[in-house]
């Protein structure tokens, strides 16, 4: 059974930190995982990752995928109070339909 | 707005009514998804077409649920004889494989129609 596992489930920081988010995945035919932000409406998409080792950024979040350890990870650096949301990995399989982890919930407190 | 959009965004009703949603996906895409998410959980797929043709349905998709996407446009979502449990977020979403078969796990959803079953 396709799974996709996502820690911690939730994480409190102060602004200005940094912050790690991690993603593993069991899956059959992997073709991509996806990062997803999600505050009190539908996920906003973030990245696509197909690639080992090749590191997505965009402003101050960047993800990168191990397909060796079958995982990835999403950072936020200088974390801002906008961040605060529930953030989903996904995995795209051949199946054609993205596999959503349970999702982090980020809060960052002023 | 060229995003998704999805009517209503939020249902009340009572258990044993019909409903229906409506997803309107972005336009140049010619898949589109339906998923639903509960309290606490991730999206979980229900159905998706590419264009009218409705390709996969989950084992979640009950009897009571029915899907359709008459002119490879919008999309609408009925659910039959509604029960408490079928209360959930019901998220759209749409892709392209403009870029390639990969480029079809890019999905970009809409803001969701909020259910709740009394």
């Known amino acids: 059974e396709d799974k996709v596992v996502q820690s911690p489930l939730s994480l409190v920081v102060h602004e200005g930190d940094t912050v790690t988010l991690n993603c593993s995945y069991e899956v059959t035919n992997f073709r991509s995982l996806l990062w997803y932000k999600q505050e009190k409406k539908a996920p906003t998409f973030l990245f696509m990752l197909?690639?080992?080792?090749i590191e997505k950024k965009s402003g101050r979040l960047s993800s990168i995928l191990d397909k060796k350890e079958l995982s990835s990870i999403l950072n936020i650096t200088a974390t801002q109070t906008g961040d605060s949301a529930i953030y989903l990995c996904?995995?795209?399989?051949?199946?054609?339909?993205?596999?959503f982890g349970t999702g982090t919930r980020l809060t960052v407190i002023p | 707005d060229t995003g998704v959009s999805q009517n209503p965004r939020h249902k009340i009703t009572k258990r044993g009514q019909n409903v229906t949603f409506r997803c309107d996906p972005i336009s140049e895409h010619n898949r589109l998804y339906w998923y639903r998410q509960t309290l606490g959980q991730g999206p979980e797929f229900l159905t998706y077409?590419?264009?009218?043709?409705?390709?996969?349905k989950s084992r979640l998709l009950s009897d009571r649920f029915s899907a359709e996407r008459p002119k490879g446009s919008f999309s609408t979502l009925e659910i039959q004889r509604t029960e408490q449990g079928d209360s959930a977020m019901y998220l759209c979403?749409?892709?392209?494989?403009?870029?390639?078969?990969?480029?079809?796990?890019?999905?970009?959803f809409g803001p969701g129609t909020r259910l709740t079953v009394l």
């Open positions: 077409f590419q264009n009218e043709a409705q390709l996969e």
């Open positions: 197909t690639s080992s080792g």
């Open positions: 996904a995995v795209g399989t051949g199946a054609n339909n993205l596999f």
């Open positions: 979403a749409s892709s392209s494989g403009l870029a390639g078969a990969i480029s079809y796990n890019e999905q970009f």
